[in-house]
């Protein structure tokens, strides 16, 4: 095996550092945040740290940089409290990813791309229209980890829409009948098929 | 779509509401964290909540139940300020999901299961062997989630091992030429294949 010491990770080329440091977790997420500006401009960014914080009640978290990109997912949601996550089908990924790149806060990425707004129940809140699954949150605090600088937002589940198809009996979200996609590292999109499932497990004797 | 609404969702089943809520943040991570207890008895846990926190100095976190299990995770970190994080590989999943059996402490689940120890130069500290990429991970901070007392766990990225088939030039690790796992809500373990990478997303004119 490859064997990569502190040392010579904190020495290492910054690019060669950020695709080792973001890849050696395992799979991530691959979500959109779409959010709405106090002037009104839909605003989506692609997250790869959303994070299941508890079922009862149902919250998510999520880490952001408030210092870099992407700056206006947190000024609104900071304004409006409310966002919504997306997945990402695997015919969206080049679309996805772009929302990545830095426009300015009177752009919407749904204007530079082919990702469309959907709304529901005539509320403001934008969506991701065609993702399989769509969660609308409610922002409830923030936790800033000092080692760093960066934040963990904390979030409540309000409301969940999800592709009929990929809910089982037992109320799982079977992600790979939905295209679901994962991402690995920084920037390569990956699609996972089911292996197995197993029952909860019981100590042997 | 199916649409669930926060008193659906607050009034359902606890079974259904554990698979839907765990399931619908999409895919997570599929770790091993390994420790050593004060008295010398290895432990191993499942953990789908371990996430990128920053490249920079090189971090990651995750969540945990500190009242619930896996305690001995908790204990065993806060006693040795030293862990490992093991990627589960498609052929260690049945193993690694009975680690989530509710063991004593004096139990090691590397007795329980066909996973084996392995040792980094001559340290107390356990891996899992055969695991496609493992990481020593230190102890920084914790971070209490007023919302429902949940723990984020903060650590360091001391050493990395990784298999070498797996480390492209640009230092990312390709996960799915090691055959690693990633977790579908509560139990349903899931193998992902690259689709494609994208390079530094720009603003289009």
Redesign the interface.
Known sequence: ??????KQ??E????????????????????LIATVSDKGVNNIAIF??????????????F?LRPKTVPRDTYVNIKYKKKFS?N?IH?SQ??DA???????ASEISEFE?TELMEEYKHGKALPFVKNAP???ECKY??E?E????G?L?I?A?????????NM??E???????KGG???I?????????????????????K
């Open positions: 095996m490859k064997h990569f010491t502190k990770i904190n290492m080329d910054k690019i060669y550092r950020l695709n080792l440091i973001n890849s050696c977790t395992g799979y991530k997420s691959s979500n790869s740290s959303i994070t299941h914080l508890g079922s009862d009640p149902a919250m998510l978290g880490i996550v997945h695997y990924i080049k990813h772009h929302t990545s790149a830095k426009y530079k699954v769509q969660i409830l605090n936790y980890i000092k080692e760093n960066t963990l904390v409540s589940v309000e409301n969940i829409f999800v592709n009929k809910l089982l037992d109320g799982m979200i079977q992600l790979d679901v996609t994962a690995n590292g920084l920037d390569c999109y990956t699609l996972p098929k089911k292996l197995e499932r197993f029952p909860y497990a019981r100590p042997k």
